[in-house]
């Protein structure tokens, strides 16, 4: 289901609670909100649906990728950027990473591990960012 944008910087703040098995659907909401915002968006965190829970959605060429609880476990190269978010006006600057690995449960509840560079891997490092309540 597609759900509204939150743009409370209060809410979006909040550290996230873990993702369970129980927190599966959340996926769908996920894929459909982004979905609808295509256009604007390429990766989305769960507070920014509203829901306080530890998962992210990121478009990585053409499939959108589901990470429940994802953790970097590894990153290497920073470097200074600036980014936009759906749940912010304008932009601002962020220090991120050219290349990070990320270990994360799939829709199926199964241990990933995903080695990103570029702009997929500054993705999940801002939609990670938006888990741990950090808004750039």
Sequence with gaps: MI????KDQQLLAK????????DLSLAN???????????ECVG??????GVN???IIAR?????????????????????????????SGTRSAKRYKQITVQFKNRNWEEQ???LTDFAAEIVQHEIDHCNGIII
Excluded: R, W
Excluded at 29 to 39: C, E, F, K, R, S
Excluded at 44 to 49: G, K
């Design 15 to 22: 550290k996230s609670l873990p993702t369970t098995k129980a």
């Design 113 to 115: 591990t995903l080695k």
């Design 60 to 88: 990585i060429g053409p499939f959108n990728i589901v990470m429940f609880n994802p953790q970097i476990t590894a990153k290497s190269q920073p470097y200074q950027t600036t980014e936009g978010c759906l749940s912010l």
């Design 29 to 39: 909401d996920l894929t459909d909100t982004l979905n609808a915002h295509q256009a």
């Design 3 to 6: 759900k509204p944008i939150i």
């Design 44 to 49: 989305m965190a769960a507070n920014m649906i």
């Design 53 to 55: 829970k530890n998962a």
